[in-house]
T-cell receptor, first 114, second 114 residues
Framework: NAGVTQTPKFQVLKTGQSMTLQCAQDMNHNSMYWYRQDPGMGLRLIYYSASEGTTDKGEVPNGYNVSRLNKREFSLRLESAAPSQTSVYFC?????????????FGPGTRLTVT | AQSVTQPDIHITVSEGASLELRCNYSYGATPYLFWYVQSPGQGLQLLLKYFSGDTLVQGIKGFEAEFKRSQSSFNLRKPSVHWSDAAEYFCAAEGGYNTDKLIFGTGTRLQVFP
């Protein structure tokens, strides 16, 4: 099992450009999450999806959109990138089914917006 | 508001010394509690978790954590630190059934000197 995979690993964008971060998991998990990690801030939840076809906002959703394409894949889109979106982005998944769970994390995407 | 606090931003220990990383939470009820470790350039890996029952929890890599309800704490400990333990450590909490969201502390960076 590959676990949680993310592409790309690194990306540099100019202000105003758009891009999509891809995430896939092969653990048959129901829930998937997108976080951003900034120095001194820990991880903050951007969006999450409790099941295929549903998405909900997290703590910092502004400037982002998500798509739960199927049970395996959950993408994060930046429509018009801003320097404030320079960060490391992590995707995670969990088997949450009404019981306590743990989240499994991907290796991250380091995004720089100039 | 729900929150997780890690009061130590950076800790330095000598190899072979004992370690304690502090974590305090603020929730309406006892949350589910987690410790994750992040090695440089990597994603997060779960060290241990507490849901209920025995308040001393054993995890991977020789780590343990103790839940203290009276102090709203979930401190991580290791009796003898190895150089490979140098990493960033995150405490996280989840508020219970169907909340679907982890709240992370800001992390503690551990440096180990030979």
């Amino acid at each position: 099992n590959a676990g949680v995979t993310q592409t790309p690993k690194f990306q540099v964008l100019k202000t105003g450009q758009s891009m999509t971060l891809q995430c896939a998991q092969d653990m048959n998990h129901n829930s998937m999450y997108w976080y951003r990690q900034d120095p001194g801030m820990g991880l903050r939840l951007i969006y999450y999806s409790a099941s295929e076809g549903t998405t909900d906002k997290g703590e910092v959703p502004n400037g982002y959109n998500v798509s739960r394409l199927n049970k395996r894949e959950f993408s994060l889109r930046l429509e018009s990138a801003a320097p404030s979106q320079t960060s490391v982005y992590f995707c995670a998944s969990s088997a949450r089914q009404g019981i306590p769970y743990e989240q499994y994390f991907g290796p991250g995407t380091r995004l720089t917006v100039t | 508001a729900q929150s997780v606090t890690q009061p130590d931003i950076h800790i330095t220990v000598s190899e072979g010394a004992s370690l304690e990383l502090r974590c305090n939470y603020s929730y309406g009820a006892t949350p589910y509690l987690f410790w994750y470790v992040q090695s440089p350039g990597q994603g997060l890996q779960l060290l241990l978790k507490y849901f209920s029952g025995d308040t001393l929890v054993q995890g991977i890599k020789g780590f343990e954590a103790e839940f203290k309800r009276s102090q709203s704490s979930f401190n991580l400990r290791k009796p003898s630190v190895h150089w490979s333990d140098a990493a960033e450590y995150f405490c996280a909490a989840e508020g219970g059934y169907n909340t679907d969201k982890l709240i992370f502390g800001t992390g503690t960076r551990l440096q180990v000197f030979p």
